[in-house]
């Protein structure tokens, strides 16, 4: 186990042990709070160009399933094709893994893929230092290797904010699910789990999937759904300019998860910020609005909307009990409404799966 330093861009430094695929990595430094769930969080495409920090101590104990597909297309226990995360950061990685589903150790998952997985490091310490001053860039520099003194000066580095991640993470081209099941619903792909799709086939809807640009609106169809994905929404102009040609054509169904959600924002008048050190949990408290419910969700996301900028006809849906960001929208008169969690919640809790229900329910 070569010694790894962890370089952040203000020039702090953690010294750690590597575990998975050697090799210097840069990315944005983040932080997930979740106890389990590594093999969905690892291959959700929402991590690309991050660094995933764990601040569960004890990772690895109960390895990784075999990386198998449905008969759909879709993989039957990760999230996606492949990880996306840049690298994993743990504090305590478990060696010796027991479970009736494992195939392999997070060890042999991560060099098989080629990503960096370190381990020995204080993730207490470390996600204080990102809690104080906010996410930022972060380098993987392994002993031996040749690197230079400060990330924000090596030339290789490129800022986590300045890439449209969408663009690198969806699909290239259209692909069908459940075809025939009657209603039909154009997913734009802004890099969405598998888990959103197979909650969408189970409700009996046929599932058209398209690149996060292109143009749907004059498709045959009967709902749009908007997909998580990574980045910055403010460089997806593309897809917001035809979600409003669509809101201007039509009344259909629209529904957005976390990248949807902001998707939907912009084009309806609000704008998009980025918060302190993002929401990536299972455990975010949210409200709806108007009642006293209240739901533990489960979350991945570093932006949020401006509720205070959101056009006369929208309002909140749903609010966060720790921050009070906005976590969903809702259109005054038409059928156009999202959430900033996640209701597939794969892993995560399940408590408002709902949401799916609510759109199959206006198509």
Known sequence: MRDVILVLQDGTTFLGRSFGYEGNVAGEVVFNTAMMGYPEAL??????????????????????????????????????????????????????????????SLSDWLKREKVPGVTGIDTRALTKVLRERGVMMGRLEFEGSVCSDNIAENETTEDYGAINWVERVSCKDIVRYNEG????????????????????????????????NYDYTAMDFDGLFLANGPGDPDKCVDAVEVLKKQMSLSRKPICGICMGNQLLAKAGGAQIYKLKYGHRSHNQPVREVGTSRCYITSQNHGYAVDAATLGKDWRELFVNMNDGSNEGIVHFSNPWFSSQFHPEACAGPVDTEFMFDRFVKTL
């Open 43 to 104: 291959t959700d495409p929402s991590y690309a160009g991050q660094i995933m920090v764990l601040t569960y101590p004890l990772v690895g104990n109960y390895g990784v399933p075999r990386f198998t597909f449905e008969d759909n297309g879709l993989p039957t226990f990760m999230e996606s094709d492949r990880i996306y995360a840049t690298a994993l950061i743990v504090a305590d990685y478990s060696e010796q893994y027991s479970h009736w589903n494992a195939h392999e």
């Open 181 to 212: 099941a009657g209603r039909k619903v154009v997913l734009v792909d802004c890099g969405v789990k598998a888990n959103i799709i197979r909650c969408l086939i189970n409700r009996g809807v046929e599932v058209i999937r398209v690149p996060w």
